[in-house]
């Protein structure tokens, strides 16, 4: 892997004190919980200064009284993957994983990432913001009586529904107002869908993800027992290079840095990838999508958590 740094217990001392940043106040709080659980663990078992913070609505008082050198964000959705805390701890000087403000911000936007890759010219599915006001048929017409109902700023799937008439499209938007004023309703792609990991630069082997949900949901995500993760991914290897290569683009396309996820479906008619949305701070347990890619080119947990922060530390803030 570019520019990791092998071996996990000889290096952990170099970090410093480490604070895991975790909870928080947003939907995806208890999944971020799980993930601070297990980066405060691994990193506990090769023998770091670690601390857990969890983050819980006075995240400038707590992070001002901790005594930390260097943060390990494992927050999940708004307040913690969406700049906010970013702008904390570079107020603070101190470093910290993933990406810097403007990158989180603007990748914790789906509206906004899909009109950055658009003018970049990469594929990513045709979509509405939706308001109150809207031509609910003209609508679903425009995305062929087939789409995808999301809030903007939300994670894990949170307030999605799959669509095909005016009435789901209106009744789909009046759900997910409740979790994000902005929503967005996104042409749906039947085909198969993949995930390709981020670390230092360099795109790990894809996840092709199979669920019996209509989609990869909250539900497929952290309850059912039945979804598939494929590693290798099904694909040839000249495909599987063409998408790492996609994923690798958009990510650095959004200025994202250190490590991070690119969802993506390819067309089952034309094979072509669509870009669905960047994670900036994705799940970060021993079963997680990250952890998972890395574990398929030799890399541990551990080692994985301690690469990252070193990466980190080897920058300034900003």
């Not at 996990?8 to 939907?27: D, F, H, P, Q, R």
């Not at 509206?111 to 609910?136: E, F, H, S, Y």
Request: aromatic residues 8%; negative net charge; charged residues 20%.
């Amino acid at each position: 892997m570019a520019g990791t740094k092998r071996g996990a217990i000889m290096t952990v001392t170099e970090l410093g004190k480490i604070a895991v940043l975790m909870g928080g106040n947003s939907a995806e709080r208890e999944v971020s919980l799980n993930s601070g659980r297990a980066v405060f663990n691994a990193l506990q078992s090769v023998g770091a200064d670690v601390q857990a913070i969890d983050i819980q609505g006075h995240a400038i008082a707590q992070l001002t009284e901790a005594d930390f050198d260097v943060a390990f964000i494992a927050l999940h959705g708004r307040g913690g993957e969406d700049g906010t805390i970013q702008g904390v701890l570079e107020w603070l000087n101190k470093p910290y994983t993933g990406s810097g403000v403007m990158a989180s911000a603007l990748a914790m936007d789906k509206w906004r990432t899909k009109l950055v890759w658009q003018a970049a010219g990469l594929n990513t599915p045709k979509a509405v913001l939706l308001d109150q006001n809207c031509d609910w048929q003209k609508v679903i017409a425009d995305l062929n009586f087939n789409a995808i109902v999301k809030p903007a700023r939300e994670g894990s799937s949170i307030g999605m529904r799959r669509v095909h008439s005016a009435d789901e499209l209106r009744q789909s938007f009046e759900y997910a107002v409740q979790f994000d004023a902005m929503v967005l309703a996104e042409a749906w792609v039947s085909g198969g869908e993949f995930t390709v990991a981020i670390v230092n630069g360099e795109a790990l082997p894809a996840i092709q993800l199979k669920t019996s949900h209509e989609f990869y949901d909250y539900e497929a995500k952290y309850a059912a027992d039945d979804t598939q993760y494929l590693l290798p991914c099904g694909l040839s290897p000249e495909k599987e290079r063409e998408l790492q290569a996609q994923a690798l683009k958009a990510f650095e396309l959004l200025d994202c840095r250190g490590w991070g996820r690119i969802d993506v479906m390819q067309d089952q008619g034309s094979g072509e990838f669509w870009l669905l949305e960047a994670n900036t701070s994705p799940g970060m347990t021993d079963h997680s999508l990250v952890p998972m890619a890395a574990r398929a080119m030799g890399i541990g947990f551990a080692e994985l958590v301690v690469t990252l922060l070193h990466e980190a530390r080897s920058r300034k803030p900003g």
